[in-house]
């Protein structure tokens, strides 16, 4: 949300219709999110998967792997199977079921849904970060210019 309490406007109707306001307020809200430290969300997976006991050291390898991580885990009474909740980024749960199938004969059964987002903590404008190259691959697929502007382009040019 955005709270902009000082705004002048020309006294000149013709000046202040939405041609006017409209480039300018996205300039202003532009130039405001890159200075408030801007920080990418990851969308998260919540899996359930369901497994024997002789394969969770691959369950556990398969999840490493893929940088999720086990949030809670649980015996089937009277069995030996176990139920694990998982966390799995999004961008790695493509191919997940079938790498958990590979070394299991079928015994797992993974059910997913979407769970949260996770707040990223590397700094997007730092040329340094591996979040920096996905933003550039983000932003040439959409057919922008791959650099992030500066705050500069959205200054006042009076």
């Not at 202003?28 to 430290?37: E, H, K, N, Q």
């Not at 969300?41 to 999840?63: M, N, R």
């Not at 139920?83 to 079938?98: C, H, Q, W």
């Not at 959409?142 to 040019?157: F, H, M, Q, V």
Request: hydrophobic share 35%; with cysteine; glycine share 4%.
């Amino acid at each position: 949300m955005y709270r902009h309490n000082d705004v002048v406007c020309i006294s000149d109707a013709i000046h202040r219709g939405a041609g006017q306001i409209i480039p300018t307020m996205r300039r202003v809200l532009y130039g405001s999110m890159l200075t408030a430290s801007p920080r990418l969300v990851e969308p998260i997976y919540l899996y359930e998967i369901q497994y024997p006991q002789v394969i969770a050291d691959h369950i556990y390898s398969v999840l490493n792997r893929r940088q999720g991580y086990i949030s809670e885990q649980r015996q089937i009474f009277g069995t030996s199977t176990y139920i694990a909740k998982a966390y799995l980024p999004v961008s790695e749960s493509l191919g997940f079921t079938d790498d958990l199938c590979s070394n299991a004969d079928s015994q797992v059964v993974a059910r997913y849904v979407f769970h949260h987002w996770h707040i990223l903590d590397e700094d997007p404008l730092d040329e340094s970060t591996r979040i920096r190259q996905v933003v550039k691959n983000i932003r040439r697929r959409k057919g922008l210019k791959e650099d992030i502007p500066s705050t500069n382009d959205y200054l006042d040019k009076l």
